[in-house]
């Protein structure tokens, strides 16, 4: 299979609806969410990510850094949930710096701007986490000076004030980056990221909605809440729930 292409016998679906189709619309009153469904005989292929589930209950899922092979009873299918992307290849960091391919100029008002963002997928089965693999090449940068920088994981991302000029692979999702404060030159921003929900619309993965401060020499952001587009449906809630995020700042 090429990379990138998706191919799986089951979409986004709305878990305890009996398997209904993901459809745009609030998110639902009883907890339930979006989760991609890999039934037996089906296979999926992800930026790196592949994965097949036998019809004999052979699961086998790689992305270069882990595999998951695990065995299955017989007619069970895998649940692929996306969730932040600090698991893969280990929990090193959970934070998430963004290098723009080209700085970004913000007039010293409200702007947003959409970019893309990486994530990851966890792997259940019959309940049970089995592990997590990345549709992306994973790396990580150092955020501010050797003796109190912040190590985060990076991702070389593409911006726009409109989303539909990204051409984002399903590989990468897409978070609205909001800006405010004083006219500056923004060559990247940085978030917490680890405990984040994460939001599904028509197949899409979404981040909430990022809002960035900036100052004479620096770029405070922390992440909201709320889905960035209208419709969208929580996959991950947050563990902390009621807290306000962290800010994560960065020096320009």
Not at 93 to 109: D, I, K, R
Not at 183 to 210: Q, S, T
């Amino acid at each position: 299979m090429k990379p990138g292409i998706m191919l799986f016998s089951g979409m986004w679906r709305m878990s305890g609806t009996g398997g209904g189709h993901h459809e745009g619309g609030p998110p639902p009153a009883g907890g339930e969410q979006p989760r991609l469904t890999l039934e037996p005989g089906g296979e999926l292929s992800l930026g790196r990510l592949e994965a097949k589930l036998g019809t004999n209950g052979l699961l086998e899922a790689c992305d270069g850094y882990n595999c998951i092979r695990a065995r299955l009873p017989r007619g069970a299918a895998a649940r692929l949930e996306p969730v932040p992307p600090v698991h893969v290849p280990s929990q090193m960091t959970n934070c998430l710096y963004l290098e723009f391919e080209e700085q970004l100029v913000t007039p010293g008002e409200h702007a947003v701007f959409w970019a893309t963002v990486p994530y990851e997928l966890a792997i259940y089965a019959n309940g049970v986490l089995l592990g997590y693999l990345s549709p992306l090449r994973v790396k990580y940068t150092l955020v501010g000076d050797v003796v109190e920088g912040t190590v985060c994981r990076y991702h070389r991302s593409r911006a726009s004030t409109d989303p539909r000029e990204l051409q984002a692979g399903m590989e990468e999702a897409l978070a609205a980056i909001e800006f405010r404060g004083a006219p500056g030159r923004v060559p990247g921003v940085g978030f917490h990221v680890a405990d984040i929900p994460l939001y599904v619309k028509d197949g899409r993965v979404y981040y909430p909605l990022v809002r960035a401060e900036v100052g004479a020499s620096r770029v405070s952001s922390r992440v909201d809440q709320r889905p960035p587009v209208e419709g969208a449906r929580g996959v991950q809630r947050s563990r902390q729930r009621g807290i306000l995020p962290q800010v994560f700042v960065v020096t320009i």
